[in-house]
C-alpha cells in the first residue's frame, strides 16, 4: 500500500474532532450502493471530482461513515481509521485515487459488518446478460481490458474499479459502486474509441480524470448490477509463456492471498475480517468459473484473448 493505515480508538477520534473543528471544510454526501459517506474537504478540485464519480444522497440522510481530508504539514501522510465511527481522517494526501479509494474501503467496511456484502476490488461487465469480472493487481491492465470489453455492443459496464457481492446459494450478485469512472488519460491511445473523451476531459495532477463513459458507449451502456459467471484474473509475468489456464477455486484463492486480495485499500486486516474475506472469497469462486490470464501480450492481443474466455 502507498499510504499507511493506523487504525484509532473514539477517545483519538475525539481529539482530532475537536483539533480540526475550526477548518472551513466542503462537505457532501455520497451515495455508495445506499451507505451514505460523507466527504470534508478543503481542497474545490477533490471536491468537484467527488461529486462526479459517485451518487448523490439526501443531505437529510445522516452518514453512515465519513472521510476527512487534512492538510497538515506536521504529520506524515496516513490514514486514521476509527472502526467503531467508521472515520477515516485523511492526512496529506493530493491524488483522489486515494480519497475515493479509501471512501469505498470505509464503505465496504459498513457492508461487511453490518450486511454480509463484501468488496471486490476489480472490473465488472455485463456481457449479454452474464456478468464477467476481471480482478488484478494494480497495473495489469483491469481498466484497460475492462473499457476494451465495453467497445462491444453486447456489454454493458457495472464498474471498472470496485463492486460489492452478494451470496446466496445462487451465483454472485455484484452491485455498482460509483457513478463514473476515474481513468489514466493513456485510455486514449490504448483504445481510439475513448480518444474524444479523453480530449475533452480535464486531468488532474496525476494525470487521471473522472469521466461519464456513457458519452461515447451511450445510455444503455451502465448499468447497476450483474450476476456473476465468470471470474478472469489477470497477472503480467514476464517469464511465464503460458497465456491464459483455468484455475480451481483453491488456486484463485491462493492467488489472492498472494497479492492482497488484489485490493491494497482494506481499513482493517485483523484475524475475524480475514476470516470473513476468505470465507466470502472461497464461495464467490465456488460458483463462478476462473480464469488466470497474463497480460504480457500487446492490448489487443490480450483483448482477443479475453474475448474468447467470456464470449
Known sequence: MSYPVRLIAPEEKDVLYEKYSSCN?????????GVCLKLYTMSDATMGMWEDNFYAMSETVRSHGRVICL????RPLEVLYEPMAKTAFLFNFDYYGWVKSVALAVAGDVLEDEHQIYS?????????????????????????????????????????????????DRRPMAFASEKNCYIDADIGTIWDEYRDLVEKST?????????????????????????????????????????????????????????????????VRDERKMRLRERFFRQFLSQTKVHLVNTTASPAETQEAIRRLVQ
Open 71 to 74: 492538510d497538515d504539514p506536521g
Open 203 to 267: 486531468f488532474d495532477n496525476k494525470q487521471r480524470a473522472v469521466v461519464n463513459v456513457r458519452w461515447v458507449a451511450g445510455k444503455g451502456s451502465v448499468i447497476p448490477m450483474t450476476t456473476i459467471h465468470e471470474v478472469v484474473m489477470l497477472r503480467r509475468d514476464r517469464s511465464d509463456p503460458e497465456q491464459m489456464r483455468e484455475l480451481s477455486p483453491d488456486e484463485a484463492w491462493e492467488y489472492l492471498v498472494a497479492n492482497d486480495l488484489c485490493n491494497p485499500h482494506q481499513m
Open 25 to 33: 471544510f466542503h462537505t457532501s454526501k455520497a451515495d455508495i450502493n
Open 120 to 168: 471486490v476490488h476489480g472490473a465488472a461487465l455485463d456481457i449479454d446478460g452474464k456478468g464477467i469480472t476481471l480482478i488484478a493487481p494494480s497495473k495489469t491492465g483491469k481498466t484497460t481490458h475492462s473499457w476494451g470489453l465495453l467497445r462491444s455492443k453486447a456489454a454493458r459496464l457495472v464498474t471498472d474499479d470496485w463492486y460489492f457481492v452478494r451470496l446466496s
